[in-house]
């Protein structure tokens, strides 16, 4: 059990709209071989569109409207990528699904900097002192100096930079990065980079190879910047990071195939493991033998030839094993989890086991409702699932009285899958 819980990570990627989030997610899934080709996400009209956007609104508009799921491996490890909305009229499933997450990956827009939608969705991370990693994208085009963004994350944010990469130049003039654990500076060649993005990899700032390959000057200004930065800047502290405090920073460009590699290790070596989760009895741990966990979203409709409708659970502790029983503590019932799955964004298989960390999906009949709890018997509840009062209020009157069940039966699916809708009858 415990080395099954040490190989997992469950993570979710927060961003503002538009700063590259659904590129980050593709391109984390290209590296990791969980995919072969990156959706096109840059011809919103095109017939490929990104793995996580697979609603027909999203392919539309290009933009993630649902959490998707998506669990992969790399390096012997089980990572579970949870991809959530951007827009705000989306945010409550936002906020649940970042109540399922151990860890989470802020992305910035080098050219925007720290915008509104981060700004809250840090706010909520902030309740549950979430690790925060942040990549800052689009370094291929001008933006603003990195030395400035990572002032005003630390400002607005509230939460310490420790770069872990840091560019040479931007836009035009960007060479690449200096990883400055590794003391390894990777070469960025534009419109070179291959499907997998092989960069050339110099090894040591002082290289004489640099003069050569960048010119003595920018060579020499990058020598001095990182020196500068080495002496300025916070170290890389792993359990301010894992206390919530301190973000580690990583420069990139997604669609150029460029500093994923980079993050995608970091992420591995940094991300926490399954956390223990507070109940309303006591704290349960992820390496405890019996099963527990709870829903935080509903999803109806993820197969378009079948009007199906998943409960996404994460697990908290235990193992799961296909047809075994449960307790749903909130009805006292037990219930027999048959045909639970694991996805890939839309594309799901059956899931034949799964441990504290993991997410499955468990088909839904109209039984279940997002924060229902799920054990081996244990009448507990796990907290911090938010609910939402209604802002909105109308009055429907049906014009049709035999149609009166078929609109009760579509409001029931509704505030079950979305959790904020409540309706009363006359």
């Known amino acids: 059990m415990l080395s099954e819980v040490a190989k997992r990570r469950t993570f979710a990627i927060i961003s503002h709209p538009d700063a590259g989030k659904t590129t980050v997610t593709e391109k984390l899934l290209?590296?990791?071989?969980?995919?072969?080709?990156?959706?096109?996400?840059?011809?919103?009209k095109a017939s490929t569109h990104a793995t996580s956007d697979w609603m027909e609104m999203e392919?539309?508009?290009?933009?993630?409207?649902?959490?998707?799921?998506?669990?992969?491996?790399?390096?012997?490890?089980?990572?579970?990528?949870?991809?959530?909305?951007?827009?705000?009229?989306?945010?409550?499933?936002?906020?649940?699904?970042?109540?399922a997450v151990d860890s989470a990956l802020m992305v910035i827009d080098v050219a925007k900097g720290v915008e509104v939608r981060t700004i809250k969705l840090m706010e909520v991370c902030r309740l549950r002192d979430t690790p925060i990693l942040t990549f800052i994208n689009k370094l291929d085009r001008e933006g603003k100096e990195p030395i400035e963004l990572m002032d005003e994350v630390e400002t607005v944010l509230n939460i310490e930079c420790a770069p872990i990469t840091w560019p040479i130049?931007?836009?035009?003039?960007?060479?690449?990065?200096?990883?400055?654990?590794?003391?390894?500076?990777?070469?960025?060649?534009?419109?070179?980079?291959?499907?997998?993005?092989?960069?050339?990899?110099?090894?040591?700032?002082?290289?004489?190879?640099?003069?050569?390959?960048?010119?003595?000057?920018?060579?020499?200004?990058?020598?001095?910047?990182?020196?500068?930065?080495?002496?300025?800047?916070?170290?890389?502290?792993?359990?301010?990071?894992?206390?919530?405090?301190?973000?580690?920073v990583f420069f990139g460009s997604a669609i150029s195939n460029f500093g994923?590699?980079?993050?995608?290790?970091?992420?591995?070596?940094?991300?926490?493991?399954?956390?223990?989760?507070?109940?309303?009895?006591?704290?349960?741990?992820?390496?405890?033998?019996?099963?527990?966990?709870?829903?935080?979203?509903?999803?109806?409709?993820?197969?378009?030839?079948?009007?199906?409708?998943?409960a996404f659970m994460r697990l908290v502790s235990g193992q799961y094993n296909k047809g075994m029983k449960v307790l749903q503590v909130s009805t006292g019932k037990q219930i027999k989890i048959a045909?639970?799955?694991?996805?890939?964004?839309?594309?799901?298989?059956?899931?034949?086991?799964?441990?504290?960390?993991?997410?499955?999906?468990?088909?839904?009949?109209?039984?279940?409702?997002?924060?229902?709890?799920?054990?081996q018997g244990e009448k507990l509840s796990f907290q911090g699932i938010p609910n939402f009062a209604?802002?909105?209020?109308?009055?429907?009157?049906?014009?049709?009285?035999?149609?009166?069940?078929?609109?009760?039966k579509g409001l029931d699916q509704l505030s079950q899958k979305k959790g904020q809708l409540k309706y009363f009858a006359q």
Not at 391 to 408: I, M, S, T
């Open 30 to 44: 290209l590296y990791a071989g969980a995919i072969k080709t990156a959706g096109s996400v840059k011809a919103r």
């Open 59 to 99: 392919k539309e508009r290009g933009i993630s409207i649902t959490s998707s799921i998506m669990q992969f491996d790399y390096n012997n490890h089980v990572i579970n990528l949870l991809d959530t909305p951007g827009h705000e009229d989306f945010s409550e499933d936002t906020y649940r699904t970042l109540t």
């Open 169 to 248: 130049g931007m836009g035009k003039r960007f060479k690449g990065v200096v990883h400055l654990l590794e003391n390894k500076i990777y070469l960025y060649e534009s419109g070179k980079n291959s499907e997998i993005g092989e960069n050339i990899i110099i090894n040591g700032v002082d290289n004489p190879q640099l003069d050569e390959i960048l010119g003595k000057d920018v060579a020499l200004e990058m020598r001095e910047e990182v020196e500068l930065i080495r002496e300025t800047t916070t170290p890389f502290d792993l359990d301010a990071f894992l206390a919530g405090k301190q973000t580690p």
């Open 260 to 310: 994923i590699q980079n993050l995608l290790d970091g992420f591995l070596e940094y991300a926490p493991t399954p956390k223990n989760r507070k109940s309303d009895i006591r704290e349960v741990k992820p390496e405890e033998n019996k099963l527990t966990g709870f829903v935080f979203k509903i999803q109806a409709n993820m197969d378009p030839k079948h009007h199906d409708r998943l």
């Open 339 to 375: 045909n639970a799955v694991t996805f890939m964004s839309r594309e799901r298989s059956s899931a034949e086991v799964a441990y504290a960390g993991d997410v499955i999906g468990i088909h839904n009949h109209g039984g279940i409702s997002i924060g229902d709890t799920f054990t």
């Open 390 to 408: 209604p802002e909105l209020f109308r009055r429907a009157v049906l014009k049709d009285p035999l149609k009166a069940k078929a609109l009760q």
